[in-house]
Nanobody, 123 residues
Framework: QVHLVESGGGLVHPGGSLRLSCAASGRIFKIENMGWHRQAPGKQRELVAGITSGGSTNYADSVKDRFTISIDNAKNTVSLQMNSLKPEDTAVYYC?????????????????WGQGTQVTVSS
C-alpha cells in the first residue's frame, strides 16, 4: 500500500554530519506523522526523532541539540539532519510513518517502515 525509501546513510568521522531522507509513496491519503528510529547491534530499536504533519517534534535525549527532523508534507518526505555525530550514533536507521491509506477517500490507518540505512561513525 505504502512504501518508504531511505537514503543518505554512510560512514562519517566523529564530529561529522550526515543527512538522512525518507520518501513515502503509494496510496497515501494523508501522513499523520513520520519519524526515525535506530537499532544498534545487540540493542533494541529506539526512537530518535518524530514529527507530526503539523510540525510538532520530539527527540531522544541523546540526540537533542545535535539532530533536527523536518517534514515536507507536499512531497511526503522526512529528513534528519545529524550533526556532531558520535560513535554511539552508529546504528541502522529506520524511517517510520503513520499513514491514512486511501486514494480518494479514507480507508484505514496503518504504520509503515523503511528498509533501513546504515550510519557508521568511526575514526
Amino acid at each position: 500500500q505504502v512504501h518508504l525509501v531511505e537514503s543518505g546513510g554512510g560512514l562519517v568521522h566523529p564530529g561529522g554530519s550526515l543527512r538522512l531522507s525518507c520518501a513515502a509513496s503509494g496510496r497515501i491519503f494523508k501522513i499523520e506523522n513520520m519519524g526515525w528510529h535506530r537499532q544498534a547491534p545487540g540493542k533494541q530499536r529506539e526512537l530518535v526523532a518524530g514529527i507530526t504533519s503539523g510540525g510538532s517534534t520530539n527527540y531522544a535525549d541523546s540526540v537533542k541539540d545535535r539532530f533536527t527532523i523536518s517534514i515536507d508534507n507536499a512531497k511526503n518526505t522526512v529528513s534528519l539532519q545529524m550533526n556532531s555525530l558520535k560513535p554511539e550514533d552508529t546504528a541502522v536507521y529506520y524511517c517510520h510513518a503513520d499513514v491514512i491509506v486511501g486514494t480518494d477517500r479514507i480507508e484505514f490507518l496503518d504504520d509503515y517502515w523503511g528498509q533501513g540505512t546504515q550510519v557508521t561513525v568511526s575514526s
